[in-house]
């Protein structure tokens, strides 16, 4: 009763013939509709579980991974602090773990730098970055046809001071004489407001040496006043602890490009004309 059929018989001759037997049309598009219906209705709620988990996944992980991608190289050019929606579940833990490895990261990243190119008893510039900070002056020079200045220091009579009150002593007059020059270069500035120039450098080299960049100026004697300016600001005397210390230094001045062309040759006459102002 459930299922009805067709019967068809063909007789080809009086003793053969065949008989065909098949589902009716009616019944059999009612089961083949019944099943598609449930096919649809199978692959639409597979879609929408697709959907629904696919959503979940992008804002519960993917969300939170793209934040912590965008987030990493912001740190690593600068500190940045950025305020992003972090769940209390284990992508949240994760995030936060990122965050607080990436500032370590930063953090070490920064230490490193100034180690690389930064005086640890000073805070001045080092050699290192002397160098690299004259050649892309050089390079700006030459580009804009400008001159350039260097000066190159060195203290008279610090072997005394070290000799004296040894190394912890020396490395205070040091840390002194390193005060004066910013501040005294400072105070230059300022009371010179018609010369017009930059320093673009100060380093210490090494031991009592000292160096400094001078750009953008039109006048040459701006760079002879500014060595003069060095001079008087260490005329008075260095504290270290009870006892007082005078110094002196000699200062050798050269232009680019009258007395060099590149960082070695422009470097190597500084210090011959230092040599020579001791003399």
């Not at 305020?83 to 990261?105: C, H, P, Q, T, V």
């Not at 004296?164 to 490395?171: A, F, K, R, S, V």
Request: with cysteine; glycine share 6%.
């Amino acid at each position: 009763d459930e299922f009805c059929f067709t019967v068809e018989q063909f007789d080809l001759s009086e003793k053969f013939g065949f008989v065909i037997i098949w589902p009716t049309k009616s019944r059999f598009e009612i089961l083949i509709t019944d099943g598609m219906q449930n096919i649809v209705f199978g692959l639409l709620i597979l879609f929408s579980i697709i959907i629904v988990v696919s959503a979940f996944i992008k804002i519960k992980v993917l969300k939170p991974i793209e934040n912590l991608i965008d987030y990493a190289p912001l740190k690593i050019k600068e500190s940045t602090s950025i305020a992003y929606e972090i769940s209390d579940d284990e992508i949240g833990d994760l995030s936060r773990s990122f965050i607080k490895m990436g500032d370590e990261l930063y953090q070490s990243s920064k230490e490193m730098e100034k180690l690389a190119f930064y005086d640890v008893l000073t805070g001045l510039a080092n050699r290192n970055k002397f160098l690299t900070c004259l050649e892309e002056n050089i390079n700006e020079a030459k580009e804009y046809q400008q001159q350039l200045g260097l000066l190159f220091l060195d203290l008279d009579g610090f072997k005394e001071v070290n000799d004296t009150l040894g190394h912890d002593g020396g490395d205070s007059v040091l840390k002194q004489v390193a005060v004066r020059l910013q501040h005294s270069l400072d105070q230059f500035g300022l009371s010179e407001p018609g010369e017009e120039y930059s320093i673009s450098n100060i380093s210490r080299l090494g031991g009592d040496e000292f160096t400094l960049i001078v750009t953008n100026f039109k006048n040459d004697d701006v760079l002879k006043k500014i060595g003069q300016y060095i001079l008087n600001s260490l005329e008075a005397p260095f504290l270290v602890e009870s006892d007082r210390f005078y110094l002196s230094c000699s200062i050798g001045l050269v232009l680019f490009p009258v007395h060099g062309m590149n960082t070695d040759v422009l470097l190597k006459n500084a210090d011959t004309a230092m040599y020579q102002a001791k003399l």
